[in-house]
């Protein structure tokens, strides 16, 4: 495209950054995404939300992280699915007490949870036998 003259908008970075992510090239995602300054184009919530995403299904939450803070840092405001995505990576690879923290956040921010989320929490306190402030966090969005 940028050899036919033609520059790519935010919304063609976005579907080359998600398919790169669903395709499981979190290398490329990563190009794609940092390179976004170069071409004078500044990720919007959708942009990072889809690497935040991709990052959590590759088990990069230490990176997802840092993310969401770039992106608060950037002037961008994460939302409530920014929130859920990442919630539900901590979730999944067992790192409650992280997972807790955001919660509150979204709380805090007055963001809701979705059902997955939910169920991630209820099933782990079923199997872990979660402490009573874990069950008191799940109460506030219920």
């Known amino acids: 495209m940028e050899e036919s003259g033609l520059h790519p908008n935010i919304v063609v970075y976005n579907i080359l950054i998600d398919g790169m992510c669903k395709a499981r090239s979190i290398k490329g995602a990563r190009e794609f995404f940092y ?3 170069s071409k004078r184009l500044q ?11 991709g990052l959590c299904k590759g ?33 999944r ?13 979204m709380v805090e921010k007055e963001f809701s949870t979705n059902a ?21 966090m799940a109460n506030k969005f219920l």
């Open 93 to 105: 690879n067992n790192e409650t007490l992280r997972a807790m923290q955001l919660l509150q956040e």
């Open 116 to 136: 997955g989320i939910m169920t991630l929490l209820l099933n782990i306190s079923n199997n872990n036998g979660l402490d009573q402030s874990v069950l008191e």
């Open 35 to 37: 390179g976004l300054s």
């Open 43 to 53: 990720p919007d919530v959708h942009t990072y939300n889809i690497m935040i995403n």
């Open 59 to 91: 088990g990069l939450l230490s990176e997802a992280n840092m993310l969401l803070k770039k992106m608060e840092e950037s002037g961008c405001s994460p939302n409530g699915i920014t929130y859920n995505m990442i919630v539900r990576g901590f979730l």
